[in-house]
Each structure stands twice: as structure tokens, then as C-alpha cells.
T-cell receptor
Framework: ETGVTQTPRHLVMGMTNKKSLKCEQH?????MYWYKQSAKKPLELMFV???????ENNSVPSRFSPECPNSSHLFLHLHTLQPEDSALYLC??????????????FGPGTRLTVL | GQQLNQSPQSMFIQEGEDVSMNCTSS?????WLWYKQDPGEGPVLLIA?????ELTSNGRLTAQFGITRKDSFLNISASIPSDVGIYFC???????????FGTGTSLTVIP
């Protein structure tokens, strides 16, 4: 199994839909992250989970709802999104979360389009 | 939040040429990372740097942690077509618990 997997790879949804993104890591890490990547902008950290506890929420709108049932799985539940939410959503994991020496490994991303 | 300035924004080079790019911050960083992202994929870690002045190589790639701890450089020697992609720097500052990312350098290698 590759290190960090994400499904689906592509998602098109209407503004009234509810959908979920899934991330799974096979690296034995304890921290998982959601990032948003928009064109011409730096990666934006959305949420951090460390040992299944949310340790960071970077002022993300409530239409994005994360869930971390265990250290290997991370979900991002989406509802009533806006067209400006269209972006590549990247999941990452790291060994311990937050330390300067704690390198993050990324999944391939979910390309989300909101119509 | 922290701002990382990455330059150049894009580069078009001939196959076989060497490439240099850099990343600067307004504050001191403890860690610098360099990632490469291919179209439709997530970033892949290339090199990690943890000490000021550190010079680390990974094949044809060499990265340096600047002495001031406010910058980092990535060099690619003898570029090949598969080097095409977007290169991101990421840094971890003295305070806080998150990494910050640059806007990327888009590299095109012309065969």
C-alpha cells in the first residue's frame, strides 16, 4: 500500500450536495492534516489531528467538517459549499504532529469542483 | 500567518541545464523542506534540512539551509524532462506548530 491514499480523486458537486473526502495513511503516523490548494496560492492548512484529537482549526468555515475516527483515517465532510471552495484538497500525515523535525507526507489529493 | 517568498515563479530551461531556486521568510525557521508536485498529484518530499548551513543532496538535487535561517536554496543539476513540475518550499518557524508553504516554482524542461 502506498503511504497516504485519498478518495475520491475527483469530485464534482452542487452547492446543495453533501459529500465526504476520505484519507488513509499506512505509515503508522499519529498526526493527520487537511490542506486546501488553490491556484497561485500557498497551501492553506485547514485542520490538524494529533492522536485523533483536533489540535488546529485554521478558521475554516463550518461547511467543512473533519472527522478522525482513528490515527489512520481522516474524513472531510462537505455540505452547502460555494464555488470558491473548488480546489485540490490534500491530506498529509506525520509521525507526531507539530514538531519542527516532523516531516509531512502527502496524499495525491482530491480535485473538488463546486458548481 | 508567516509569508514565504519563493522565486522565481516559473522557469523554462533547456535539458541539461542547471536550475536554482530559493525561498525566503521574514522570520527565523528551524526546518526547511523542499517538495515536488507533479500535475494531478500531491507534493512529494525531496529534501529536509534541520540545521543552519546544512547542505544536503538527493541525487542531482542539492538544498541548503541558509546561515541566517531565513532562507533556503534548491539546485538541480543537469536537468532532464522528468524534472518538470512545481517545486515548493516549506518551513517551520521558531514558534507555533505548523509548517508554512511557498507559492511554488513551476519548472519546464525543454528537450
Amino acid at each position: 500500500e502506498t503511504g497516504v491514499t485519498q478518495t475520491p480523486r475527483h469530485l464534482v458537486m452542487g452547492m446543495t450536495n453533501k459529500k465526504s473526502l476520505k484519507c488513509e495513511q499506512h505509515l503508522g503516523h499519529n498526526a493527520m492534516y487537511w490542506y486546501k490548494q488553490s491556484a497561485k496560492k500557498p497551501l492553506e492548512l485547514m485542520f490538524v489531528y494529533n492522536f485523533k484529537e483536533q489540535t488546529e482549526n485554521n478558521s475554516v468555515p463550518s461547511r467543512f467538517s473533519p472527522e478522525c475516527p482513528n490515527s489512520s483515517h481522516l474524513f472531510l465532510h462537505l455540505h452547502t459549499l460555494q464555488p470558491e471552495d473548488s480546489a485540490l484538497y490534500l491530506c498529509a500525515s506525520s509521525q507526531d504532529g507539530g514538531a519542527p523535525t516532523d516531516t509531512q507526507y502527502f496524499g495525491p489529493g482530491t480535485r473538488l469542483t463546486v458548481l | 500567518g508567516q509569508q514565504l517568498n519563493q522565486s522565481p515563479q516559473s522557469m523554462f530551461i533547456q535539458e541539461g541545464e542547471d536550475v536554482s531556486m530559493n525561498c525566503t521568510s521574514s522570520s527565523i525557521f528551524n526546518t526547511w523542506l523542499w517538495y515536488k508536485q507533479d500535475p494531478g498529484e500531491g507534493p512529494v518530499l525531496l529534501i529536509a534540512l534541520y540545521k543552519a548551513g546544512e547542505l544536503t543532496s538527493n541525487g542531482r538535487l542539492t538544498a541548503q539551509f541558509g546561515i541566517t535561517r531565513k532562507d533556503s536554496f534548491l539546485n538541480i543539476s543537469a536537468s532532464i524532462p522528468s524534472d518538470v513540475g512545481i517545486y515548493f518550499c516549506a518551513g517551520h518557524p521558531n514558534t507555533g506548530n505548523q509548517f508554512y508553504f511557498g507559492t511554488g516554482t513551476s519548472l519546464t524542461v525543454i528537450p
